[in-house]
Structure formats: C-alpha cells, structure tokens
C-alpha cells in the first residue's frame, strides 16, 4: 500500500473523489486503483472562497508489483510505501515484582504508565487521592451548580480519576515527536475513543466519551492484575539506605504503610501538598515558567465565520477553532491555550476558597460559546522569590483573591473585552452569555490579575483580532482567573528518568513538568513505565 500526502479535497467529497485525486498524484488510471481511503485530514481555510480539506490518501493497486514501482519514483515529502505501525516493545517480567510497583497519580500519564506496567505482568498498585469518574462527575456537578458549599477538595476538576483532562476538550494533538504519540492515539481508540483520532490532524476525544476511555482503561489495569485505590492520597515517602523503602498512605481508614521500591510520581500540576511535601523532606524542585490569564469567550458563530467565510455553516465542517499567539515590544508573549470549540467555561478549583477557570468541550462541539484561554507568559523572575514554591504561592495568592472578587460563593468575577481596553469597570454583560457555573461577577481585571498580566492582555487584543477577525470584539467575556495551564515547578529528574535524590522514585508527567497536555503526559507515562521494568528486569 501507497501512502500519498498534501492532497487537496472538496468539502463535498466522495469515494470517487478519493479515487481521481490518487490516480492524478500516482500518475495512473483510476481503473488500477484497489482501494482508497483518508489516513490524515486537516482543513486548509486559507482562502476563504475555496476552503477544503487537504488529507493523506492510503491508496492499495490492483497490482502490487505496481506499487513498490510507482512508490519509488514518488518524492519522499509527497509519498511512499505504507510501513505497518509497530506498536513500542514493552518488555515482560518473568515474574511479578515484589514489592509491586506504585503509580501516584491517575490521570494521563499515570493511567498510562500504569496500563503498561500491567500489560508487562507488573500488576501496579495504583494511588489517587480524587474519586473515580462517575462519582467525580456528580461532585463536579453540584459544585457547578450550588456553588462553594458543595466544592470538595478531594472531587474536582483537578483531581480524580483521568485527571484535569477528564473536564477539558480532550485535545490530543501534541508538539512531541515521540513514536509513542501514535501508540497512545491508538490505545485510547482501543479503549472507546473515537476512530476519528487517528485520521484528524486536531484529534479530540471530548470530555463525554474520554469518560467512558477512562473507565475501560482502569479495568483493563484491574483484570491484568492491578489495584487502583480510589480516595488516596500519598503523605509521604519513606527512604532507607539512600532508596525508596515505602510510601506514607492516607484513606478513609487512617494513615498506613505501603512498601515501594519503585514509584512513578504522576502527580499532576495541582497538587501543591505534595510539592509542599517534597520541599520538606529535602528534594529538589526548581522554578518553571507558566502562564496566567483569563477564559476569553466568544459566540462559535463568530468563530466559524472568521475562519471559514462563506463556508461557515458547511457540515462537514463542525465547529471551528483557533491557535493565536505573539510576542509584545515589551518581551511578553501572549497566546491563547486549550481553544474549547463549541464548549464551556469550567469551575476548576482544587482549594477551599478559591477560583479557577478552564474551558471543557463535549465530543459534539456544539454549544453556544467558543472558548480559550488568554494567558501571558510569566517567567520566575516575576515570581518575587527564589523559593522553588513561589509560583505556586504567586497562582495560588491570584486564586483566593478571585474568590472574595467573586462575593466569595464559587462565582468568578469577569470583564468585557471592550471595558478591559477602555481601562474602564465592567457593570452588566451585553451580547455574550458566559457560560461559567455557578455565575459571574462582572468586575475589573486589574483588581484581579498582576499589572504585567493586564497590560499584556491590553496590548496583545487588538494585535489577535487583527489575526482573527472578531477576537477582540467588545462585548467577548474574559472569566477569571487562568492559573493552571502548566506546573509552576519541576521535579529534577536524571536520564534514566529517576529523581536526581532518590533512586526508584520517578517524576512523571504534568505535575513533574516533563508534559504539557494528554498526549505528551501519557507518552511519559508510558516512557516511566519502560523505564521502571528496564530496572525490574
């Protein structure tokens, strides 16, 4: 089989579309053609009178001594033989390892590591201090609807089984050219995500379907031989002789003792106890630049029709996103992250007491609002200390202020774009309904977010809309605050991916600030988990 490439294609295509554009790329008659079918599909909008998708083509001959011809003449850019996807090589235990392996942590990069670590016969032991899905789903719920009364700290958004991307758009297009991203795609097809993950150049699962991912997957872990123990949380970590001897356990029932050996940390980037904990019994943590910013929403109309003109409402379209980023004359860069078209605005607080917004899509794209979030880049020397906490003390400070802006019941406070460039105090909402539970504040930013996250925000709006007609429209909704886009510190690991004080101990993902997203925490995930039975074998 012949995979060509870059083939442009009407909206309203058809098998004998498909066919034509092969035979032309491949220099032969249609009649010749086997078979033919879309391995990668992206939409080009570029010219907004003629926006079409422009795929790769896996095209079988009716002749296969034809192929190997014809695909040795292609340039190797436009095409060439089909290799078969060989999955990564995961070595087997010979025996079960004793003490069991632990994973901290479940959301991508621990659910992964763990789903590895059983298939190699390690039957892990599996920690997460949030709740499974359906019953973190109904905690989420009512937090979203009654506000702060009904926020758990141990149920939310951030914590529980899949991880802050259970509540998010499911975004799983990555940066890292990592063999492994294509393995992780296909192992959440396996376990019921859509097939079209594999096909689309911006692959998304949706956090309704990503829920039943993550539930197959568990059990899958649990019928290999694993525990995942919900309602748990890591307190500490036991050493004797310079190594890992045991983990320190929380529950319902107490405190007890696990005994460890060799633990991936998969803690995500919320769990500030732990990197409290770490700081205090002596590991090192650094400083990591992240981002702070609001949820900037706008009508998905207005989207559709800035990116596709008069093709706007077409069908096969569906709801369009965006990616927008720059860098000021002042140094800053400014970009939107985690676009939710067609989505909400999230209550996603892991603290009493405070705010925090993320947006959240559901496989079908298809409510009111688009949303991302605005964040400004914030480096350490903005964070007023050389402490290896103070960027989380920095978004955790920006937090509870929100909490008291928002009159201190789960409401988050909110400006109208046009008021933020006017300096001036928002008062009421105009033509965009904001779609955050449980409610908004309408308020000034600037008694919210830093002067250089305001000024930014100021500068960079007029600039985006210049690239995206409409993005800077005046009566958009900036929610706040953005906080938790990235983990605020890193967990120094060596290059066996060990933690530079500990050896069994291994910082994983998100949380350890080797990731930033599903695809590339679960790639480490899978990346820990190879590692950890290299050092079994």
């Known amino acids: 089989m012949i995979r060509i490439h870059n083939i442009k294609i009407p909206l309203d295509h058809s098998a004998k579309t498909l066919t034509g554009a092969a035979a032309k790329k491949l220099g032969v008659p249609a009649a010749q053609i086997a078979g033919c079918a879309i391995s990668r599909k992206s939409v080009d909008a570029r010219k907004k009178n003629d926006v079409c998708f422009v795929v790769s083509l896996d095209v079988s001959l009716k002749q296969e001594k034809d192929e190997r011809r014809i695909a040795a003449r292609l340039d190797p850019s436009s095409g060439g033989m089909l290799k078969p996807y060989t999955p990564p090589a995961i070595p087997a235990l010979h025996a079960p390892a004793s003490p069991r392996p632990v994973v901290v942590g479940f959301g991508p ?5 763990a789903l590895t670590l059983a298939e190699a016969g390690a039957k892990p032991i599996v920690l997460e201090r949030g709740m499974d899905v359906d019953t973190r789903t109904r905690d989420v719920d009512t937090y979203w609807q009654q506000g702060q009364p009904a926020f758990r700290t141990a149920s939310n958004v951030q914590f529980g089984e899949g991880g802050a991307g259970t509540f998010s758009d499911g975004k799983l297009n990555t940066g890292t050219k990592d063999p492994r991203g294509e393995h992780i795609l296909r192992t959440f097809v396996r376990f019921g995500a859509p097939q079209e993950i594999l096909i689309d150049a911006k692959p998304h699962i949706g956090t309704d379907k990503l829920k039943g991912v993550v539930k197959s997957l568990r059990q899958a872990v649990i019928d290999m031989g694993g525990e995942v123990h919900f309602g748990t949380r890591m307190t500490r970590i036991l050493r004797s002789g310079g190594r890992l001897r045991a983990l320190v356990c929380e529950d319902e029932r107490g405190e007890y003792e696990l005994p460890a050996e060799h633990v991936i940390l998969a803690i995500g980037h919320s769990a500030r106890d732990t990197f409290s904990m770490l700081h205090d019994e002596g590991f090192s943590l650094a400083q990591k630049p992240f981002s702070i910013g609001a949820r900037i929403e706008h009508p998905q109309a207005l989207i559709n029709e800035a990116q596709y003109g008069p093709f706007a409402k077409h069908p096969s379209l569906g709801a369009a996103d ?8 002042s140094g800053r860069s400014v970009y939107t992250f985690c676009m939710c078209p067609g989505g909400s605005v999230v209550a996603a607080a892991s603290e009493e007491d405070s705010i925090v917004t993320n947006g959240m899509s559901c496989y079908a794209r298809d409510l009111v609002n688009a949303n991302s979030a605005l964040l400004v880049g914030v480096e ?4 007023g200390s050389d402490h290896p906490l103070a960027g989380m003390y920095l978004q955790r400070d920006i937090e509870r202020r929100a909490f008291v802006l928002g009159g ?3 409401k988050a406070p909110c400006q109208l774009a046009g008021d933020l460039l006017a300096g001036r105090r928002s008062t009421q909402l105009r033509s965009v309904t904001p779609s955050y539970r449980p409610g908004v504040v309408p308020g000034d930013l600037g008694d919210l977010l830093p002067d250089y996250i305001v000024q930014a925000m100021r500068d960079a709006l007029p600039l985006l809309g210049r690239k995206l007609r409409g993005f800077d429209h005046p009566d958009a909704v900036l929610t706040a605050p953005e906080t938790r886009s990235s983990s605020p510190v890193r967990i120094p690991r060596g290059d066996n991916l060990q933690s530079i004080d500990l050896p069994g101990l291994y910082p994983c993902g998100e949380g350890a600030g080797y990731a930033g997203g599903i695809t590339s925490a679960a790639v480490d995930g899978v990346r820990c988990a190879e590692a ?6």
């Open 322 to 329: 965006y990616k927008l980023s720059l860098h000021l004359p």
């Open 109 to 113: 990069a621990g659910m992964l590591a």
């Open 380 to 383: 350490p020397s903005d964070f």
């Open 532 to 537: 950890v039975l290299d050092a079994l074998a």
């Open 408 to 410: 201190s019941s789960g």
